[in-house]
T-cell receptor, first 112, second 112 residues
Framework: DSGVTQTPKHLITATGQRVTLRCSPRSGDLSVYWYQQSLDQGLQFLIQYYNGEERAKGNILERFSAQQFPDLHSELNLSSLELGDSALYFC???????????FGPGTRLTVL | DAKTTQPTSMDCAEGRAANLPCNHSTISGNEYVYWYRQIHSQGPQYIIHGLKNNETNEMASLIITEDRKSSTLILPHATLRDTAVYYCIVRRNGGSQGNLIFGKGTKLSVKP
């Protein structure tokens, strides 16, 4: 158990819909990262927040957005969903000085 | 960040040492070598990292060549639970700020 929690575990929805994925980092961790893992693209970095501020952006689509709240939990919002958005979405967290990122168990999104 | 090259797959007998190679010939002087693994759709798990000296922890050993252009992750006594995809990642500095760029990794199969 990494200490990072993600909800829900599974999500099944239809094209065109909007969903929100939630992540609670390890206690005390200020950085939260979101990654997407699909069969054809592998694990790809989406976005990072540090203490509520966006820190880095990767291959995140404009239809996707994220935020980190004052209690440090984070949400990833996916809108106008397409079939190709079906993937595992992982959240990771790290503290200010740690060298390692701790990953959550992921949310499996299926878009039908 | 520098790119890495790893074999697509490897087999190892249970109880034997698993030696996973990684080439990172374009690594810069301030870039670290990190290893993560992912056990079947679970969140990636940090294993070890190093800059130029060999490193050992309770999970594995990391051997980095003197020119730093390649490294080897060693699992001294592989078990069936070590079956996973192992990712070698080269990353600037050891701080927590910075996403991980995952390649395709090496699929290690530990066989009885």
């Amino acid at each position: 158990d990494s200490g990072v929690t993600q909800t829900p575990k599974h999500l099944i929805t239809a094209t065109g819909q909007r969903v929100t994925l939630r992540c609670s980092p390890r206690s005390g961790d200020l950085s939260v990262y979101w990654y997407q893992q699909s069969l054809d693209q592998g694990l790809q970095f989406l976005i990072q927040y540090y203490n509520g501020e966006e820190r880095a952006k990767g291959n995140i689509l404009e239809r996707f957005s994220a935020q980190q709240f004052p209690d440090l939990h984070s949400e990833l919002n996916l809108s106008s969903l397409e079939l190709g958005d079906s993937a595992l979405y992982f959240c990771a967290s790290s503290d200010r000085d740690s060298n390692e990122q701790f990953f959550g168990p992921g949310t499996r999104l299926t878009v039908l | 960040d520098a790119k890495t090259t790893q074999p697509t797959s490897m087999d190892c007998a249970e109880g034997r040492a698993a030696n996973l190679p990684c080439n990172h010939s374009t690594i810069s002087g301030n870039e670290y070598v990190y290893w993560y693994r992912q056990i079947h759709s679970q969140g990636p798990q940090y294993i070890i990292h190093g800059l130029k000296n060999n490193e050992t922890n309770e999970m594995a050993s990391l051997i980095i060549t003197e020119d730093r252009k390649s490294s080897t992750l060693i699992l001294p006594h592989a078990t069936l639970r070590d079956t996973a995809v192992y990712y070698c990642i080269v990353r600037r500095n050891g701080g927590s700020q910075g996403n991980l760029i995952f390649g395709k990794g090496t699929k290690l199969s530990v066989k009885p």
